[in-house]
């Protein structure tokens, strides 16, 4: 059974469009998570939810909008793609928001912009 | 801003030999992971070491973590070519805003020739 899901693996879109990529965790945890790692492999924290409420946006452009309609989802939504969002954005999970237990990835989805 | 820094940043060695990469890191923490994140693949989690452990095993790998020196290692032992990965410590900050996220640093990309 997969832990951490996310759909789609890969996205080629045009700049200008809409997207969305999907997360689902069967872990049973309270706080779920998005991060981007650029072309260079550097990881870096987008957006925090706990129990469906956002905890923290660090510094993310508008365009980014996460949703979590329950503490099992958290779906990403992005308008007006850039040719700067090319990445890999990584879902992630974990059993509460202080920051003390292991954090579960989800495989990725590699998002390219043309 | 990024917390964590490894080094090296790319460490080559025959099948059979021992691996380390260090990371340091700047401010407080709550706990210290390592993962490991294979070509185009999504990040497995190794160990979690929380502040006030000095050292983890799991299999191959020992952790170490120095508070003091806000640094740790990881060692994978008798290395084995399916080690060949990228290998990213993440602190885990234990006060402010930003408690509970992953701070991630840039890597150690790790090949193991058999």
């Known amino acids: 059974d997969t832990a951490v899901s996310q759909t789609p693996k890969y996205l080629v879109t045009q700049m200008g469009n809409d997207k969305s990529i999907k997360c689902e965790q069967n872990?049973?945890?309270?706080?779920m998570y998005w991060y981007k790692q650029d072309s260079k492999k550097f990881l870096k924290i987008m957006f925090s939810?706990?129990?469906?409420?956002?905890?923290i946006n660090e510094t993310v452009p508008n365009r980014f909008s996460p949703k979590s309609p329950d503490k099992a989802h958290l779906n990403l939504h992005i308008n007006s793609l850039e040719l700067g969002d090319s990445a890999v954005y990584f879902c992630?999970?974990?059993?509460?928001?202080?920051?003390?237990?292991?954090?579960?990835f989800g495989p990725g989805t590699r998002l390219t912009v043309l | 801003s990024q917390q964590g820094e490894e080094d090296p940043q790319a460490l080559s060695i025959q099948e059979g030999e021992n691996a380390t990469m260090n990371c340091s890191y700047k401010?407080?923490?709550?706990?210290l992971q390592w993962y490991r994140q294979n070509s185009g693949r999504g990040l497995v989690h190794l160990i979690l070491?929380?502040?006030?452990?000095r050292e983890k095993h799991s299999g191959r790998l020992r952790v170490t973590l120095d508070t003091s020196k806000k640094s740790s290692s990881l060692l994978i032992t008798a290395s084995r070519a399916a080690d060949t990965a990228s290998y990213f410590c993440?602190?885990?900050?234990?006060?402010?805003?930003?408690?509970?996220?992953?701070?991630f640093g840039k890597g150690t990309k790790l090949s193991v020739k058999p």
């Open positions: 992630a999970s974990t059993l509460d928001r202080a920051g003390r237990y292991t954090q579960y």
């Open positions: 872990l049973g945890h309270d706080t």
């Open positions: 939810y706990n129990n469906k409420e956002l905890i």
């Open positions: 401010t407080s923490i709550n706990n």
């Open positions: 070491i929380r502040s006030n452990e």
């Open positions: 993440a602190t885990a900050l234990n006060y402010g805003g930003s408690q509970g996220n992953l701070i």
